[in-house]
């Protein structure tokens, strides 16, 4: 028999320590092996034996791939932003290296978990030391972040492909300077009349480029209002954890006065860029105008609709930016120190006021507001709510069936008592049941017409609910209850559900006109005719 060894380190080959496993070939005296990897390289020997001799014969396993990892990876003479990195190659497998991909990581980078970044791509490096192959590569001159602890790791590639990473070099550090970018977000607005308040965004320690000497400079000048600089003023902040700025103004002149602001950072080894001009107002003052013209009218029973002259929205007027108007209100029986307040916003002229209490006298003010507050108050003015709407529902409810699209409905009417206002008419709201009540259409029937109405142009097939009111100045009364619903059309006739033709067209209408006539007693109203 014949027994298959491999010369590579010596050591028999066992089918199964392998994965995918070592396999015999179709043919006596090959060997299979799947999947090749660099470990498979070797010299491999057969060995033929009997009991007299034993025929030997070997090969050599050649496996070409990406190269190795580099090894003895440094980076020396870093500057703030540039440095040049050295290692030394690994094997190459089999052939030549090309290229190399350099990567980077700061300390920063590891503290928020950040991966690695790609500093040099595809760029070829320059031999330094033939006698044990030194590589060394010149980065780019703005490659590295300032003021930062960097580490480096160097991929080789070839024409198979791209190797394994070597190991992080050690971590050196960049010099400082000064910073790159400008304060963003630079925005304010707000605090107590006169003052200039003045948010934005903190540069992280990252951007600073430099330690524990991180400061900002502002710069305002007033624009459109008082005399103008080309600078009025600037200031050094130091910068540790807060990201505003308050400086008090001349509150009499500079209210609401929008001034140019632009800002920059520095530390001890410069200046960064200055941030464009960004337009913010100082703090508001409270209008000094009130409103005019006042006056008010009843909606209903429980809500009054007030109108003013409104005041002209200027920077001396309002003293600020118009939010709306306050409508202060109050029973002329009570004391104007137990007033409510109405928030009206925006500049139209007129706000309603609900929830009032029917046939009582209020006493109504208007009065403009910014953010700094409310101005004067207008003259008061005197209106009564409406009485009561109708407090009794409609009676007696019948609904009939006319055509598939027409219905005829009566009802009882009712008397207004001495609390409640003179009825006007009647409403008859009707809606599919699929839909909500707000969705009702409203047929009106004015008082002293006959307590009945035809409903036209509904849909045959479909189910409604109908319902009945009066109504007033007071508003709309209570509804007719319950509801009735019912369906337009015979359902068999519009389902194909019954025979065709129909013999009996007066019998049907009787019969299922029948059936709507005697479920209310049930208190469920439905009906369904065919024509």
């Given at each position: 028999d014949a027994i298959m060894q491999r010369k590579q380190k010596e050591q028999e080959i066992s089918f199964r320590r392998r994965y995918p496993p070592y396999e015999r070939g179709i043919r006596p005296g090959h060997l299979r092996i799947e999947k090749l990897t660099l470990e498979d390289a070797g010299v491999y020997e057969c060995i033929m034996k009997t009991s007299i001799a034993a025929i030997r014969i070997h090969t050599t396993l050649v496996v070409q791939g990406p190269p190795g990892p580099p090894g003895g990876v440094i980076s020396v003479d870093l500057t703030s932003m540039s440095g040049r990195v050295q290692w030394t190659d690994g094997a190459s497998n089999g052939r030549i290296i090309e290229t190399y991909n350099i990567q980077d990581r700061t300390a920063w980078d590891r503290d928020e978990g950040g991966d690695w970044v790609y500093v040099a791509t595809n760029v070829t490096a320059k031999l330094i030391d033939e006698s044990n192959g030194r590589q060394e590569y010149q980065l780019n001159e703005t490659a590295l972040t300032p003021w930062a602890s960097h580490e480096f790791r160097i991929q080789a590639v070839n024409i198979l492909g791209e190797g394994q990473w070597?190991?992080?070099?050690?971590?050196?550090?960049?010099?400082?300077?000064?910073?790159?970018?400008?304060?963003?977000?630079?925005?304010?607005?707000?605090?107590?009349?006169?003052?200039?308040l003045i948010e934005w965004d903190y540069i992280f320690l990252k951007k600073q480029n430099a330690t524990n000497s991180y400061n900002t400079e502002l710069f305002w000048n007033y624009q459109r209002h008082g005399p103008v600089f080309a600078w009025e003023a600037s200031f050094m902040i130091e910068q540790v954890s807060t990201f505003m700025f308050i400086t008090t103004t001349d509150e009499i002149s500079y209210f609401w006065t929008d001034c140019g602001i632009c800002m920059y950072a520095f530390n001890n080894i410069g200046a960064g860029p200055i941030s464009p001009e960004v337009e913010i107002y100082s703090a508001e003052d409270m209008p000094q105008v009130q409103p005019t013209a006042v006056g008010a009218w009843p909606l209903n029973a429980t809500s009054i609709n007030v109108t003013w002259q409104s005041i002209e929205a200027s920077r001396d007027n309002i003293r600020g930016e118009l939010v709306g108007y306050r409508i202060k209100y109050w029973p002329?029986?009570?004391?104007?120190?137990?007033?409510?307040?109405?928030?009206?916003?925006?500049?139209?002229?007129?706000?309603?006021?609900?929830?009032?209490?029917?046939?009582?006298?209020?006493w109504v003010r208007v009065m403009a507001y910014n953010r700094a507050g409310a101005g004067p108050e207008s003259e008061r003015f005197l209106e009564r709510t409406w009485r009561f709407p109708p407090l009794m529902p409609p009676s007696a409810v019948h609904v009939k069936p006319i055509d598939p699209s027409t219905i005829f409905v009566t009802w009882r009417g009712v008397t207004p008592g001495p609390r409640e206002e003179p009825l006007e008419g009647y409403k008859i709201k009707i809606w599919e049941t699929t839909q909500d009540f707000t969705q009702a259409n409203d047929t009106l029937i004015p008082v002293g017409e006959d307590l009945e109405a035809y409903i036209e142009e509904l849909t045959p097939g479909k189910t409604y609910k109908l319902r009945v009111l009066a109504y007033s100045r007071g508003g709309d009364g209570k509804l007719s209850s319950p509801p009735w619903e019912f369906q337009m059309g015979d359902p068999d006739i519009l389902r194909g559900l019954a025979p065709q033709p129909v013999p009996y067209l007066g019998t049907t209408i009787f019969t299922t006109f029948l059936v709507a006539f005697f479920t209310p007693i049930l208190k469920y109203r439905a009906f369904s005719f065919y024509i």
């Open positions: 070597s190991a992080p070099s050690p971590q050196s550090n960049t010099k400082q300077d000064r910073p790159f970018i400008y304060p963003h977000n630079l925005r304010g607005g707000g605090g107590k009349t006169g003052d200039l002329e029986a009570n004391n104007e120190t137990q007033a409510l307040i109405k928030l009206h916003l925006g500049s139209s002229s007129n706000g309603l006021i609900v929830g009032l209490v029917p046939d009582t006298r209020y």
